[in-house]
């Protein structure tokens, strides 16, 4: 399977526990996202990289999240001090872009880690 | 405040009608449109796009207008396919910020019944 893989699929964790995802991006693919989505609304942005860079962060990415993708693959995101309010779905993206060329704007997602915070 | 509203959160339809999903944005400054069908326990998946200087994009049963001035975007689905029930996310970004921020909707859960 070439598409963007989450681990864990979902994560149970008490209060104040520190929880980390992990996403494999499409190995091609230069940009990877992070979103997060709660019940019966849509993705919110957290933050992207372009290869290793982390280049914006939502303000909804308080000091607790922390994300990284050190060698412009694989990318992790960490919740430190897990609080009720963080239970979501975390989602994550990858893309190509190429600068000069016309993109389309197809973000490819993965299946997402749920998280649930007791 | 909501940048970007799907009004509908459900929508029912018959198979073989057309399915009509509905957003609106509100700021003039998103040049580009896409919508996103979201199955169960997947990610989201792209379905369709279109930029602000087109006012219509077809592909396949899968068409998406876009009305500028009303700020407004539509997609319609004909025919429909049980298949088709998922639920719809629109999704508004500035080609400025080269796609990397999506500002999604709410979501519309299409069932569509045999």
């Known amino acids: 399977d070439t598409g963007v893989s989450q681990d864990p699929r979902h994560k149970i964790t008490k209060r104040g526990q520190n929880v980390t995802f992990r996403c494999d991006p499409i190995?091609?693919?230069?940009?990877l996202y992070w979103y997060r989505q709660t019940l019966g609304q849509g993705p919110e942005f957290l933050t992207y990289?372009?290869?290793?860079?982390?280049?914006?962060k939502s303000r909804l990415l308080s000091d607790r999240f922390s994300a990284e993708r050190p060698k412009g693959s694989f990318s992790t995101l960490e919740i430190q001090r897990t609080e009720q309010g963080d239970s979501a779905m975390y989602l994550c993206?990858?893309?190509?872009?190429?600068?000069?060329?016309?993109?389309?704007?197809?973000?490819?997602f993965g299946e997402g880690s749920r998280l649930t915070v007791l | 405040d909501q940048q970007v509203k799907q009004n509908s959160p459900s929508l029912s339809v018959q198979e073989g009608r057309i399915s009509i999903l509905n957003c609106d944005y509100t700021?003039?400054?998103?040049?580009?449109f896409l919508w996103y069908k979201k199955y169960p326990a997947e990610g989201p998946t792209f379905l369709i796009s279109?930029?602000?200087?087109?006012d219509k994009n077809e592909d396949g049963r899968f068409t998406v207008f876009l009305n500028k001035s009303a700020k407004h975007l539509s997609l319609h689905i004909v025919p429909s396919q049980p298949g088709d029930s998922a639920v719809y996310f629109c999704?508004?970004?500035?080609?400025?910020?080269?796609?990397?921020?999506?500002?999604f909707g709410t979501g519309t859960r299409l069932l569509v019944s045999p």
């Open positions: 993206a990858s893309s190509l872009v190429l600068a000069g060329t016309s993109n389309t704007g197809e973000l490819f």
């Open positions: 190995s091609e693919h230069n940009r």
């Open positions: 990289f372009q290869n290793e860079a982390q280049l914006e």
């Open positions: 700021n003039s400054m998103f040049d580009y």
């Open positions: 279109i930029s602000s200087i087109k």
């Open positions: 999704a508004i970004c500035s080609l400025n910020t080269g796609f990397q921020k999506l500002v």
